[in-house]
């Protein structure tokens, strides 16, 4: 198992790694943004954290903790799945996600409500655009990824369906469960939009954000996320 020491430098040994994770940390906080103007926009949310959002509606906690605790159990069962060690580096974008959501949901935006339906379009579009644009600046760095995003590499492994698919599957049964929990106050027509188009806005960002990954590997080709 690699030290403290050995992991600062792997992930900041220089300049170009420390820019890195700038960026890194920026896309976990705009994307977060995007998802707390979704829940506030009140059009559903995306289909993958409606369970979270369905919990916290339902037992008045914040919806960061009940998303670092859900991570933190599929960091376990991915471990499981690929009987391997469990990836405890992925703590630190599960504390990244859930803390910062939680600054912009409960502290930032606060009681704000939009009930005029043209601005609430107007926000859900919004945070459509900076939850795919974060989140696809944040899947360029090297550094560790949230647990979702393994969970499909490894059930693509294990079953050979392709990704696609897999995440499609994924997020509506998460979206199903979230509605028994949360109801219309959490899944919307808006959900069902997001499903569609989150995607695309991801794959269009990390396709222009090739630089990123670069900065410590110049000679590598882009790759979709995708596929």
């Known amino acids: 198992m690699q030290t403290i020491s050995q992991l600062y430098k792997h992930y900041f040994g220089n300049r170009n790694k420390k820019i890195q994770f700038v960026l890194y940390l920026a896309g976990i906080i705009v994307s977060s943004l995007g998802l ?3 829940f506030k926009s009140g059009v559903g949310v995306a289909p993958g954290d409606t369970v979270a959002f369905g919990l916290a509606e339902r037992f008045d ?9 859900g991570f933190v159990a599929l960091v376990m069962v991915n471990a499981k ?3 391997k060690r469990p990836r405890f580096e992925s703590i630190l974008p599960i504390l990244l996600r859930g803390f910062s959501l939680n600054i912009w949901l409960y502290d930032i935006l606060g009681d704000s409500q939009f009930e005029i339906w043209w601005v609430q379009w107007s926000v859900f579009v919004l945070a459509v655009v900076l939850f795919g644009l974060g989140t696809g600046v944040y899947l360029r760095s090297p550094l560790p990824h949230i647990p979702v995003d393994h969970f499909m590499m490894v059930v693509n492994e294990r079953t050979n369906q392709s990704k696609r698919f897999i995440r499609i ?3 509506f049964s998460l979206a199903f469960l979230g509605f028994l929990l949360g109801g219309w106050g959490v899944v919307g027509f808006g959900t069902l939009i997001t499903a569609l188009f989150l995607g695309p806005i991801i794959q269009y960002s990390f396709e222009k954000t090739a630089f990123i990954e670069r900065l410590s590997h110049p000679k590598t080709k882009s790759k979709s996320v995708l596929q």
Do not use: D, N, P, S
Request: no cysteine; charged share 20%; net charge neutral.
């Open 36 to 38: 707390a103007l979704l």
């Open 61 to 69: 906690i914040r919806v960061g903790y009940f998303l670092i605790a």
């Open 81 to 83: 799945i690929e009987k």
């Open 169 to 171: 599957i994924f997020e």
